[in-house]
C-alpha cells in the first residue's frame, strides 16, 4: 500500500558524484513488486501479462521496459515489478488485481533499495564488489543478473549504454551499500585521474 | 571452483552453500527399523573418491537448488540441474514410478 512506504530516505544522501567518471544515485519513490508464478501457471501468467502490458515476462536473466513499468527476472519464474510512486498509485494492489489467480503478488518496495550507477567508470567501480564479468560483450542494456555486491544479495541490470546500472539490495543494507560506494569510488574525484 | 546454475550461468563458488549427498532418502519414520535408519539417514556417509552427486543451495543469486555432479579429487563438475527438475535421486524417481 503506498500510504504504508517508507518515507525516510534507504540512502544517507541523494547522490554522489565523481567529477565526469561515476554518478551513484539513490533512486527513492520506486514501488516494487515481487511476482512469483503459482506452480503449473506461469504460461497463463506469461499469456496474461503479455496480453495487459505488452511484455514478456523474461524467462532468463534480463530486464525490459514499456510505459514506466519495468520487468527485472528475479530467479525461477520470478519477476521484480517497478514503477514510479507519482506514475501509479497503488503497484501491488493493481498487479493482484490482474494477476493474483496466478501469481503470488507481494509488495517489495518497504524491503528493496535501489540505487543507479552510471558513468564511463561504472563498470570500474563495481568490478571492485561484484564477481560477475560485467564487460559490454556479455552484458549490456536489458542484461540482468541476481548475485551479490560486497558480500551484500542484490538484483543488477542495465538500462542504458552510459552505461547506468542499477542495483537492488535489501533495504537495511543501503546504507553500508552507500559506504562502500563513497570508499570504493574515491578514486574517481578527479576528471583528470589516469586510467 | 565455479559453479554452473542452470538459473544464472557460471558463478563464483562463494554464491553457493553446500548441502552434501543429494542421493539420501529420508526413511518412513513408521518402519520397524526407523532409529537405526534414521542415524544412517542424519550420520553415516560414504566419503567417495570421484564421482560425487551433490546438492547446492545458489544462495547470493537466484536461490535455486541445484544438483552437481562432480569429481571429489579433482573438483571437475560434469553436469548441474534445478533440484526440482531431474535432480532427484534415482530412489525417489523409481518410487514416482511405482505409485
Not at chain 1, 519513490?29 to 497463463?44: H, M, P, Y
Not at chain 1, 568490478?127 to 542484461?143: E, N
Not at chain 2, 564421482?51 to 543469486?61: D, I, N, P, T, V
Request: net charge negative; glycine share 6%; with cysteine.
Amino acid at each position: 500500500m503506498v500510504d504504508q512506504l517508507i518515507t525516510l530516505p534507504a540512502f544517507p544522501a541523494p547522490s554522489i558524484e565523481r567529477a565526469d567518471q561515476v554518478r551513484i544515485v539513490a533512486r527513492e519513490n520506486v514501488q516494487i513488486v515481487g511476482i512469483t508464478a503459482r506452480e503449473r501457471e506461469t504460461e497463463s501468467l506469461v499469456l496474461a501479462f503479455r496480453a495487459v502490458y505488452g511484455l514478456d515476462l523474461p524467462m532468463k536473466p534480463a530486464r525490459v521496459e514499456k510505459d514506466g513499468l519495468a520487468v527485472v527476472w528475479a530467479g525461477w519464474h520470478q519477476w521484480l515489478l517497478m514503477s514510479d510512486v507519482a506514475a501509479v498509485p497503488d503497484l501491488e494492489q493493481i498487479m493482484r488485481a490482474d494477476f493474483g489467480g496466478y501469481a503470488a503478488v507481494v509488495d517489495h518496495s518497504d524491503a528493496r533499495a535501489i540505487v543507479a550507477v552510471s558513468g564511463r567508470r561504472a563498470r570500474d567501480l563495481l568490478a571492485k564488489g561484484v564477481s560477475i564479468d560485467l564487460h559490454p560483450r556479455v552484458f549490456t542494456t536489458g542484461d540482468a543478473a541476481a548475485t551479490a555486491i560486497s558480500h551484500v544479495g542484490m538484483h543488477i541490470w542495465q538500462t542504458d549504454e552510459k552505461p547506468t546500472f542499477e542495483l537492488a539490495v535489501p533495504r537495511t543494507y543501503a546504507d553500508s551499500l552507500w559506504r562502500w560506494m563513497e570508499r570504493a569510488s574515491a578514486e574517481y574525484q578527479n576528471s583528470d585521474s589516469l586510467l | 571452483m565455479r559453479i554452473n546454475c542452470p538459473c544464472c550461468g557460471e558463478r563464483s563458488l562463494d554464491e553457493f552453500v553446500y548441502y552434501g549427498d543429494a542421493d539420501l532418502r529420508r526413511p518412513d519414520p513408521q518402519d520397524e527399523e526407523a532409529g537405526a535408519k534414521f542415524i544412517a539417514y542424519v550420520y553415516e556417509r560414504t566419503n567417495p573418491s570421484g564421482f560425487h552427486r551433490e546438492l547446492w543451495y545458489h544462495g547470493l543469486g537466484c536461490r535455486t537448488w541445484i544438483v552437481a555432479e562432480r569429481d571429489t579429487r579433482t573438483h571437475e563438475i560434469y553436469a548441474t540441474c534445478r533440484a526440482v527438475d531431474g535432480g532427484a535421486p534415482e530412489g525417489a524417481a523409481a518410487d514416482r514410478e511405482r505409485s
